[in-house]
């Protein structure tokens, strides 16, 4: 990691903040996570992946190098078509890492339940406004 960064351990790995972002930015657009789903069924060209979409080969050229680049999936040149696959393992490691940050956030909202909890049973060891000492409402 580079001076600054800060990383979020799973498993015993770090994963550093920048390998975090790119798999989150590649995760954020519904056509990159479409084109995830059907290369994690088979293996498919990038030609092909673009009949499926209302854009240019190009524009699904850039999608797929996102893909890549958050290493969730691996283009290969085969003949004169450039084919696409699922990294299962980097897919696995998404995963964990979504876990980890789903761990967290549950944490979290169990501490802010405790805090709710406890000044709940605060108010109701205080008195009113309405009540008086030694009378009964």
Known sequence: MRGGEVGLTYNQMVVD???A???FHALADSTRRDILARVIRAEQ????L???????LAAVQKHVVVLERAALVVKQRRGREQVVHADIAA???AAQLLDRY???????AHGIAQILA?????AEDRPGPN???GTNP
């Not at 060209?45 to 092909?48: D, G, H, I, M, R």
């Not at 761990?103 to 979290?108: G, M, P």
């Open 91 to 93: 897919l696995r490691r």
């Open 118 to 122: 406890e000044d709940r049973i605060l």
């Open 50 to 56: 673009a009949r499926h979409y209302p854009m240019s």
């Open 17 to 19: 903040e920048g390998t």
């Open 131 to 133: 009540t008086e000492k």
């Open 21 to 23: 972002d790119r798999i």
């Open 102 to 108: 789903e761990q967290l956030w549950r944490h979290r």
């Open 45 to 48: 060209s990038v030609s092909a």
